[in-house]
């Protein structure tokens, strides 16, 4: 089935930019997006892009999207101590949202 | 963008009770509903979808019998875990899509469920 892969952790100084990448497996995906989850609460919808499309800038937020090597990045610009959170790379099958495992970012003062 | 309302927020219950969890669309007619459990520092997994005025489709392992899904109208749709145990505490997330496919899907605030 497909899958989607990211790395569990990433540290930042406040200030830096982060960078987030996400693998993933169904070629055929028309959407992938980020979702943003913060601390018991639930996702919410960072930016999406669409499949023929290689960027999208959204203010503080660039996705770069390589199909052909199935890979997805986020870039946050001059990350704030409230970015910080779990954000889940996301590829839609169908109807279904398949979510990667969630990248546990940490801003550092 | 559309809001999802999810009921409870937390919910604490004793073993072998049922808890009925509400996943409400405020503003939009929600033709699909998918429900998620997170467990701790996982990732979200997907227990079933629902169609309005469907049986839902559940995922292999969920227990049908156990997590009742309802989606008796376009704009709501409930979880129930019947006859809780302390190994169903968790975080259930519930979204909602509108027909068409790049349609995005809005997710509920969650719930978090704890069984004592």
């Known amino acids: 089935g497909e899958d989607v892969e990211q790395s569990l952790f990433l540290s930042v100084r406040e200030g830096d930019s982060s960078v987030i990448n996400c693998t993933y497996t169904d070629s055929s995906s028309t959407y992938l997006y980020w979702y943003k989850q913060e601390p018991g609460a639930g996702l919410q919808l960072l930016t999406y892009i669409f499949s023929n499309m290689d960027m999208k800038q959204d203010q503080r937020l660039t996705v770069l999207l390589n199909k052909k090597d199935k890979h997805l990045s986020l870039r946050i610009a001059d990350t704030q101590t409230g970015d910080s959170a779990i954000y889940f790379c996301a590829e839609r099958d169908g109807q279904n949202f398949v979510f990667g495992p969630g990248t546990r970012l940490s801003v550092l003062p | 963008g559309a809001v999802v309302s999810q009921h409870p927020s937390r919910v604490i219950c004793k073993s072998g009770t049922s808890v009925k969890i509400e996943c409400r669309s405020l503003d939009f007619q929600a033709t699909t509903m998918f429900w998620y459990r997170q467990f701790p520092k996982k990732s979200l997994m997907l227990m079933a979808t629902?169609?309005?005025?469907?049986?839902?489709?559940?995922e292999q392992g969920v227990e049908k019998d156990k997590f009742l899904i309802n989606h008796a109208s376009l704009t709501l749709s409930t979880l129930t875990v019947t006859s809780a145990h302390p190994e169903d505490s968790s975080f259930y997330i519930c979204?909602?899509?509108?027909?068409?496919?790049?349609?995005?899907?809005?997710f509920g605030q969650g719930t978090r469920l704890t069984v004592v």
């Open positions: 979204s909602a899509t509108t027909q068409g496919i790049g349609t995005e899907a809005f």
């Open positions: 629902s169609n309005e005025g469907s049986k839902a489709t559940y």
